[in-house]
């Protein structure tokens, strides 16, 4: 495998609240220019507002768990045709098979989409890094992992570095595996990486940043590795 990453886009960027298409647009060019230059990539597409509104909706109507995660992996296909649409060099549909994915990054930057109740994209994603040997990144709407959510407490401290261990014990501790729940990873997909140990690395939307981190340089976001 070439040089590259796999990278879990979230759907808190992808559709935070509508879907961001200049973001989206901005993504694509980024990956597109260093694709050119010989880096491969694959991408997962996490589920968003619009999985969002889907479970919240299915649970309403009185559906179980399992079809409200049902209802947001669609959810997941649609915001992989907008990574599909915006990437130069994308294979020109999403993907649910990780062996495929990786025979086919070595001609394109691949799009992979969720696809089974109880995990999240980050699972897929997950697989995707232990399949192919790269490196992770989970691309969120907040700038790393912290000792505790830092939507609801202020004084919130973000870890620069953290081992697999650290990581799947703050995991455990926060993943009540609710569909649709807000966590900076699910367990089952930090289980995948810590086991193969895959250099892991959380960071936000800033695109600059993002340059920084592929390109080897420094950035702001947190770095999970063995030790
Ligand atoms: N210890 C923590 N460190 C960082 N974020 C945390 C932590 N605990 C909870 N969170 C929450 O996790 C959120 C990110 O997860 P969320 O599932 O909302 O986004 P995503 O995974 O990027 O999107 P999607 O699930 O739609 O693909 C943050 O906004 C934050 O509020
Ligand atoms: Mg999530």
């Given at each position: 495998m070439r040089r590259g990453f796999v990278i879990s886009v979230g759907g808190s960027v992808l559709v935070p609240d509508r879907i961001d298409v200049p973001w989206i647009r901005r993504f694509a060019r980024l990956i597109d220019r260093h694709t050119e230059s010989g880096m491969s990539f694959g991408l997962v597409a996490g589920g968003g507002r619009t999985a969002r509104d889907y479970t919240w909706a299915v649970r309403l109507l009185g559906g179980t768990k399992t079809e409200m995660d049902q209802a947001g992996i669609i959810a997941t296909h649609a915001n992989a045709w907008l990574l599909v649409s915006a990437l130069q060099s994308a294979y020109p549909e999403p993907l649910d098979d990780v062996w495929r994915a990786k025979a086919l990054m070595k001609h394109y930057t691949v799009v992979v989409r969720g696809t089974m109740p109880g995990v999240t994209s980050d699972y897929g994603a997950a697989l995707?890094?232990?399949?192919?040997?790269?490196?992770?990144?989970?691309?969120?709407?907040?700038?790393?992992?912290?000792?505790?959510?830092?939507?609801?407490h202020e004084d919130a401290k973000r870890y620069d570095?953290?081992?697999?261990?650290?990581f799947v014990s703050l995991i455990a501790s926060a993943d009540t595996r609710e569909p649709g729940s807000h966590v900076p990873m699910d367990l089952a997909a930090a289980e995948?990486?810590?086991?193969?140990?895959?250099?892991?690395?959380?960071?936000?939307?800033?695109l600059k940043n993002l340059e920084r981190l592929i390109t080897g340089k420094s950035f702001v976001g947190t770095t999970i590795s063995s030790v």
């Amino acid at each position: 495998m070439r040089r590259g990453f796999v990278i879990s886009v979230g759907g808190s960027v992808l559709v935070p609240d509508r879907i961001d298409v200049p973001w989206i647009r901005r993504f694509a060019r980024l990956i597109d220019r260093h694709t050119e230059s010989g880096m491969s990539f694959g991408l997962v597409a996490g589920g968003g507002r619009t999985a969002r509104d889907y479970t919240w909706a299915v649970r309403l109507l009185g559906g179980t768990k399992t079809e409200m995660d049902q209802a947001g992996i669609i959810a997941t296909h649609a915001n992989a045709w907008l990574l599909v649409s915006a990437l130069q060099s994308a294979y020109p549909e999403p993907l649910d098979d990780v062996w495929r994915a990786k025979a086919l990054m070595k001609h394109y930057t691949v799009v992979v989409r969720g696809t089974m109740p109880g995990v999240t994209s980050d699972y897929g994603a997950a697989l995707l890094a232990e399949v192919t040997g790269l490196p992770f990144i989970n691309i969120t709407n907040v700038d790393g992992v912290y000792d505790k959510d830092p939507r609801k407490h202020e004084d919130a401290k973000r870890y620069d570095h953290m081992t697999h261990d650290e990581f799947v014990s703050l995991i455990a501790s926060a993943d009540t595996r609710e569909p649709g729940s807000h966590v900076p990873m699910d367990l089952a997909a930090a289980e995948i990486l810590r086991r193969s140990k895959i250099k892991t690395y959380i960071v936000s939307k800033d695109l600059k940043n993002l340059e920084r981190l592929i390109t080897g340089k420094s950035f702001v976001g947190t770095t999970i590795s063995s030790v």
